[in-house]
T-cell receptor
Framework: DGGITQSPKYLFRKEGQNVTLSCEQN?????MYWYRQDPGQGLRLIYY???????QKGDIAEGYSVSREKKESFPLTVTSAQKNPTAFYLC???????????FGPGTRLTVL | SQQGEEDPQALSIQEGENATMNCSYK?????LQWYRQNSGRGLVHLIL?????REKHSGRLRVTLDTSKKSSSLLITASRAADTASYFC??????????????FGKGTKLSVIP
């Protein structure tokens, strides 16, 4: 079955640690996205990638980093510079800029 | 950046009734999309309506778009308990070179009571 997988489902981080969230898709999509969702809020774009080896900052990129070395994979690193990282993180993909996005199941990150 | 705003924030109805959610936005769009999110899960794309379209249907879903009023509505007919979820509108801004910056509203939380 085609789809997007995110791991882990739950992640706990201590203050000052970097953590990496995994996102893998087998839909053969060119574009991939990372969003952050806070309780009662809409999604905010962190980073997006239109093609392998290229990515762009979204609205809230500070304290995050990404890489896109393979078409299938778009990992997100939450660095210690991100002051309030506790949130629900969603990865998405699609082909082209004018079509709907497919979303993964999300990773809930909690800072202890 | 522009943002769609859904109204109402929360809606509670009986099973079998229709549910209507509205979305307003501020600037010109290429298209508007509706998504559903079950609690603690990822979003599911429901419908995309382009700026030159006025109405679209998909099963029990009907979406309308009024670009003169900068608003859209999502109607779910004959609701079921399984429709209980949050519903988000997302606007794809108009730009000549294609845009990857889809902007989401805060959502309408729909509860369908059996």
């Amino acid at each position: 079955d085609g789809g997007i997988t995110q791991s882990p489902k739950y992640l706990f981080r201590k203050e000052g640690q970097n953590v990496t969230l995994s996102c893998e898709q087998n839909l053969n999509h060119d574009a991939m996205y990372w969003y952050r969702q806070d309780p009662g809020q809409g999604l905010r774009l962190i980073y997006y990638s239109q093609i392998v080896n290229d990515f762009q900052k979204g609205d809230i990129a500070e304290g995050y980093s990404v890489s896109r070395e393979k078409k299938e994979s778009f990992p997100l690193t939450v660095t210690s510079a991100q002051k309030n990282p506790t949130a629900f993180y969603l990865c998405a993909s699609n082909n082209g800029s004018r079509v709907g996005r497919f979303f993964g199941p999300g990773t809930r990150l909690t800072v202890l | 950046s522009q943002q769609g705003e859904e109204d109402p924030q929360a809606l509670s109805i009986q099973e079998g009734e229709n549910a209507t959610m509205n979305c307003s936005y501020k600037t010109s769009i290429n298209n508007l999309q509706w998504y559903r999110q079950n609690s603690g899960r990822g979003l599911v794309h429901l419908i995309l309506i382009r700026s030159n379209e006025r109405e679209k249907h998909s099963g029990r879903l009907r979406v309308t778009l009024d670009t003169s009023k900068k608003s859209s509505s999502l109607l779910i007919t004959a609701s079921r308990a399984a429709d209980t979820a949050s519903y988000f509108c997302a606007t794809d801004p108009y730009s000549g070179a294609g845009s990857y910056q889809l902007t989401f509203g805060k959502g309408t939380k729909l509860s369908v009571i059996p």
